[in-house]
């Protein structure tokens, strides 16, 4: 039989005091089997009865070396393993890849495939809040929204198979455009999840905003500064709800986000409850850029006429011979991107999803880097947890809305 | 770019003896300082400039070059003056080692040891410097250019028994 392993520091006993050296506190292991750690996060804790003296993430457990992965891929073929990051946000990872991509070659998008980027990224941002809220709240024993919020998001990823064939990774927004026009059941599709979406999420709410056990477990429960929630990197709804007005669809709008009257919600209290408030109001907001890019929905071409980088539609391949060409080279060799770096980002649920891309002139990107917000959002997680108890910690992580693929890629 | 943003550039490139270089074609401009004065652009760039967040910092690898073989690449955010600057440091690849900025931006802490983890890039001063993604006995730094991606050799007629001989399952297959 396998000789079980004796769990160690490490060499991190830097990390932790004095006091649990000398066996005065407690070192627990949280994870990384663990039902509240959202994934295969691994934490040690120091601990002096049940208060939380320090909490030292360990994470890599996901690592899957996409980044390197990519770097032996063409640009169109790399797309493939954005998705499998950010697992909640599949649609926002490739925006943010293919916004990179058309930077770095200058592509053109027209404006019916930029409506629907955003459309289903605004769906995306949904389902992904609406994963947060069910299993966050069922980490501080709130079942029942859980139940409610999964329905809803299987309304969502309906949409999504509807128009990409797949629930999850879809793939649907590929450089230059969408892969193909959405089919004449999308709107109605997406018009019934809109009429009915304001008064489920005000359903989730009277579950939880308002009652006394949820206030008590989530009111002054880890605290950070405005301040100090920038200067640890945070973004996304986690510095929102510290005050902090930064959001990359205000910012540095992409995709016509301009167009679009929305709001950025804020909290100035910085706890867990201001956090779960700023994404229960973005929710509200998304459904309401959803609503809009739905009415002035555009007609026209879903993707680029460049054909250098765009393969030309189906219906040509058939009776051009300069669309079989094309088509065949952009699916074998790839398209050469002229040498050079970029970086683009986008608004993910969890913050800003930046994309460092470098192109020596081949095919095959040189250097892709994933600025993913989680892997920012959790190293804060030593600074909120400190002093608070360890059922706390549990509704700190959720509130922080961490996913593991995002952090380990 | 923003008029100030290039006051701003110009100003770095003065006080730090640097450089600029355009990203691509429609890019913006970056700003290259030598990797010794890292450290202290940061804190000028934080304290004097207002830029108060990291946006993102890792690393590319021009292997077979050595000298510069690496460049950090950082990204400086000010979210009241609403714009960014990029910054890149040039790295030997004979002595790997970079001053670390954690101490002005917190979350450089986690950043840098991605760095140190994937390419090798030593940080001085860093407060904790372990591997973070990949397991902690883990050998060599996996996004530099001459980390092969792993592969299983194919075996072919002619080469079926040359390969099974190297491979650790027909070791295995063996002993028993």
């Known amino acids: 039989m396998a000789q079980i392993e004796e769990v160690t520091l490490d ?30 996060l691994r934490l040690l804790l120091e601990l002096d009865g049940e208060t939380v003296l320090n909490a030292i993430p360990d994470i890599g457990f996901l690592h899957t070396g996409i980044e390197k992965n ?154 950070i500064s405005a301040e100090d929630a920038v200067n640890w990197g945070l973004t996304g709804a986690t510095l929102r709800g510290s005050g902090v007005n930064y959001d990359i669809r205000k910012f540095a709008p992409y995709s016509g986000y301009e167009q679009y009257d929305f709001e950025v919600p804020l909290r100035t209290e910085g706890d867990v409850r201001a956090r779960y408030l700023v994404r229960i109001a973005e929710m509200r907001q998304s459904v309401r850029i959803v609503q809009q890019a739905m009415d002035k929905m555009p007609m026209g071409p879903v993707r680029s006429n460049n054909r250098k980088f765009v393969p030309p539609p189906r219906s040509e391949i058939g009776t051009s011979m300069e669309a ?4 065949f080279k952009l699916w074998t060799e ?76 | 770019m923003s008029a100030n943003l290039a006051t701003v550039i110009e100003a770095l490139v003065k006080r730090f003896d640097g450089q600029t270089t355009e990203g691509c074609a429609t890019g913006e401009t970056t700003l290259i300082v030598p990797v010794e004065k890292i450290a202290e652009a940061a804190r000028v760039i934080h304290d004097e400039f207002g830029f108060n967040l990291l946006s993102s910092l890792t690393a590319v690898d021009y292997w077979p070059e050595e000298n510069p073989r690496f460049h950090l690449v950082y990204r400086f955010t000010s979210i009241p003056n609403a714009q960014s600057l990029d910054v890149r440091a040039p790295v030997s690849g004979l002595q790997p080692f970079a001053p670390t900025i954690e101490t002005v931006y917190h979350n450089a802490n986690w950043n840098e040891r991605e760095v140190y983890d994937l390419f090798g890039i030593k940080f001085e001063g860093h407060s904790d410097l372990r591997r973070i993604l990949m397991p902690h006995d883990w050998e060599g730094h996996p996004l530099r250019k001459d980390y092969p991606l792993g592969y299983e050799e194919p075996q072919f007629t002619f080469n079926f028994d040359e390969i099974d001989v190297r491979k650790p399952y027909a070791k295995n297959r063996r002993a028993e």
């Open chain 1, 334 to 409: 790839g398209f050469n991107a002229p040498r050079g770096f970029v970086y683009s980002a986008v608004e993910s649920p969890r913050g800003e999803q930046g994309v460092y891309l470098e192109s020596d002139g081949g095919p095959k990107p040189f250097r892709v880097h994933f600025r993913n917000p989680s892997f920012d959002n959790l190293q804060v997680l030593p600074v909120m947890a400190k002093g608070f108890l360890v059922a706390d910690l549990v509704a700190i992580i959720g509130s922080v809305d961490i996913v593991l693929g995002d952090i380990d890629r």
């Open chain 1, 70 to 223: 990519m770097e032996a891929k063409t640009y169109q073929k790399a797309e493939v393993m954005t998705d499998r990051m950010d697992y909640m946000n599949t649609v926002g990872n490739n925006l943010a890849y293919c916004l990179a991509v058309e930077k770095l070659v200058g592509l053109d998008v027209p404006v019916r495939a930029q409506a629907l980027r955003v459309v289903l990224a605004e769906l995306k941002r949904i389902s992904s809040h609406l994963v947060w809220l069910g299993t966050s709240a069922l980490d501080l024993a709130a079942m029942s929204d859980f139940m409610y919020t999964f329905r809803e998001r299987e309304m969502i990823l309906g949409i999504l198979e509807m128009v990409s064939g797949q629930r999850m990774m879809t793939t649907y927004i590929r450089p230059g455009g969408v892969w193909r026009d959405v089919p004449v059941e999308f709107e109605a599709a997406v018009r019934d999840l809109l009429k009915i979406m304001p008064r489920r999420i005000d359903e989730y709410e009277s579950l939880l905003t308002k009652n006394p056990l949820f206030i008590d477990r989530t009111a002054g429960i880890g605290k």
């Open chain 1, 324 to 327: 079989l060409i094309h088509h």
């Open chain 1, 11 to 40: 060499g991190m006993t830097h990390l932790v005091s004095n006091r649990a050296l000398e066996g005065e506190t407690m070192l627990l292991n949280m994870g990384p089997q663990h039902p509240s750690t959202h994934g295969v």
